[in-house]
């Protein structure tokens, strides 16, 4: 779709921007730390 695409540009600019990459990498090690911390969970119950 027209948004999807608007919005991947959109992404993609701000990804060659500093704040945008710090941003993306602040977000993307979150998510890791997330699913880190769940896989340990779930080792725990086994």
Do not use: A, M
């Not at 779709?1 to 602040?26: A, V, Y």
């Not at 090690?29 to 699913?35: A, E, F, I, L, T």
């Amino acid at each position: 779709s027209i948004k999807s695409e608007e919005k991947r540009k959109q992404t993609e600019s701000e990804f060659l921007n500093d704040d945008g990459l710090k941003e993306l990498q602040e977000v993307f090690n979150s998510q890791v730390d997330v699913k880190s911390i769940k896989s340990i969970k779930e080792s725990d119950n086994v």
